[in-house]
Nanobody, 119 residues
Framework: QVQLVESGGGLVQAGGSLRLSCAAS????????MGWYRQTPGKQRELVAI?????SPNYGDSVKGRFTISRDKNTVYLQMNSLKPEDTAVYSC???????????????WGQGTQVTVSS
């Protein structure tokens, strides 16, 4: 099993910044991809940013130029700058992990952290 624990959400004014963190722990060989998704009530989950081991980050169109994803070992970070009210959502960490007994990587999700941007 893999546990993803997020931190760093909260309330911020428009134009401000927040930094989210997600630390992976448990029994796994490696985590090939880590990233962030967000969701608001009544809407589909949206890609924010992902980073693949050895690859370049990939961002959702709505956050390009404002958000930066980075990774240090098994922790992924999301630096969010120039926040807008429409960035308000529950942000969830995602990890694709190679674990024992499974030939293919397995998806794991964190519990989610609320980000609220006031106007």
């Amino acid at each position: 099993q893999v546990q993803l624990v997020e931190s760093g959400g909260g309330l911020v004014q428009a134009g401000g910044s927040l930094r989210l963190s997600c630390a992976a722990s448990g029994n796994f060989f490696s985590i090939t991809r880590m990233g962030w998704y967000r969701q608001t009530p009544g809407k589909q989950r949206e890609l924010v940013a992902i980073i693949i081991s050895g690859g370049s980050p990939n961002y959702g169109d709505s956050v390009k130029g404002r958000f930066t994803i980075s990774r240090d070992k098994n922790t992924v970070y999301l630096q969010m700058n120039s926040l807008k009210p429409e960035d308000t959502a529950v942000y969830s960490c995602n990890g694709l992990a190679r674990i024992r007994y499974y030939n293919s990587p397995v998806d794991y999700w964190g519990q989610g952290t609320q980000v609220t941007v006031s106007s």
